[in-house]
């Protein structure tokens, strides 16, 4: 099993969502975070002032899924969220040891 965390843009979400679904790949957590990369940051003006905002807001879209289907998983997160502009996000996918379901007791690929 893999966990496939993704950092996108907003406006984005509801295009990777849709997509997903498409694809039979149901189940994630979303979460709005803040933060920077490369991008550092912007500026913006409010009311005539320049304000310096460090952190950028995005959200968070946490996916697990099976060994067979992590691909399909980033194929299509990469394909919906790219907007060419720098600030579109990460991707990161790391090895999942076990999921439980706290319901029915369900290990492993079963529980997800």
Not at 5 to 30: P, W, Y
Not at 38 to 65: N, S, W
Not at 87 to 98: A, E, P, R, S, V
Request: aromatic share 6%; net charge negative.
């Amino acid at each position: 099993m893999k966990k496939v965390e993704a950092i996108i843009r907003h406006f984005k979400l509801e295009d990777v969502k849709n997509s997903l679904a498409e694809q039979e790949i149901h189940g994630m957590t979303v979460s709005e975070v803040r933060g920077f990369g490369r991008q550092k940051g912007h500026t913006e003006m409010y009311r005539g002032t320049e304000y310096a905002i460090d952190f950028v807001p995005k959200v968070k879209l946490e996916i697990v899924c099976t060994d067979e289907t992590v691909q399909k998983v980033i194929d299509t997160v990469l394909q919906n969220a790219q907007t060419g502009d720098i600030g579109d996000g990460k991707i990161f996918i790391t090895d999942l040891q076990n999921a439980i379901r706290i319901r029915t007791g369900e290990m492993g690929e079963e529980a997800i």
